[in-house]
């Protein structure tokens, strides 16, 4: 379960990043797009984001259902009351998954109401991508964030060529268990000059969080207060292992608990 305290330090390192020019911090006259389903935890940011920060919020199943109202109207001669009846009898607002799966018409929308701010899985923005390109000077989008899968070293190259030339792609790592983000990499040409791998790196720890690649130790044992002790041993760069992360973005456990929660007091060994 998620915490006000994970998603507040998300919101907040995004917003204070400016100076280093890793991201663009929402002010008003910026657009998000909310368009990630309520059980993604991606919706969270899009949702309060916006409000927290006074910019506008872009619904865009609201928004595909208008035009599509409107370009009916225009049509058949539908009046603007007739419309409005027939988006309320077809459920505007509700998630439609196949705007995702209609690249034109979705970055229409984007160019139409000025989009800033978008996010979505890189597998989404490889089929948006022609798109993208096409319309690379009408887009008003700063900011594309891709999350959620292992990003592409060729399609992040063709991200770039497709963005427009001030918008900036970051690569974000994460899980709903820390606040859907733990680390952040800004993609630039210089990076992508230097990569040799398929996959672009997940990138530097948010603010506040620690992460690290590493094993527990098989010699763990019992504390004095009755907690599991462990010993998480880093692993040196080129490695597998497990990823652990600490700090406030971790979620506070899962409902309902099935087993007593068992509590981790975990040492680093550097």
């Known amino acids: 379960m998620g915490t006000e305290q994970g998603f507040l330090n998300r919101y907040t390192w995004m917003q204070q990043q400016q100076q280093q020019q890793q991201t663009v911090p929402l002010q008003p006259g910026h657009v998000v797009a909310f368009k990630t389903s309520v059980g993604f935890v991606d919706h969270v940011w899009e949702l309060l984001a916006p409000l927290l920060s006074e910019a506008d919020m872009l619904l865009l199943p609201d928004a595909a259902a208008a035009a599509a109202a409107r370009d009916a109207g225009e049509d058949d001669g539908t009046t603007a009351g007739q419309q409005q009846q027939q ?23 984007l160019v139409q109401y000025k989009v800033t701010h ?57 899980s709903t268990e820390v606040s859907a983000d733990a680390t952040c990499q800004l993609v630039s040409s210089s990076l992508l000059a230097s990569m040799q791998g398929p996959w672009l790196p997940a990138g530097q720890p948010i603010a506040n969080l620690m992460m690290a690649v590493g094993r527990s130790s098989s010699s763990s ?50």
Request: proline share 8%.
């Open 118 to 174: 978008l996010a979505a899985v890189p597998s989404v923005l490889q089929l948006w991508l022609p798109a993208l390109a096409a319309a690379r000077q009408q887009l008003s989008l700063l900011q594309l964030v891709s999350s959620g899968e292992m990003l592409p070293t060729a399609l992040a190259g063709n991200l770039l060529q497709a963005l427009p030339e001030r918008c900036l792609l970051l690569n974000l790592y994460g």
């Open 87 to 109: 988006q309320q009898q077809q459920g505007v607002g509700r998630p439609q998954a196949s705007l995702l799966l209609q690249p034109e018409a979705l970055v229409q929308l």
């Open 221 to 270: 044992s019992s504390s004095k207060n009755g907690r599991m002790r462990e010993l998480l041993v880093p692993l040196p760069v080129g490695y597998e292992g497990e990823v652990w992360v600490a700090g406030p973005g971790l979620a506070a456990g899962y409902l309902p608990q099935q087993t007593p929660i068992v509590v981790h007091s975990v040492q680093v060994r550097h």
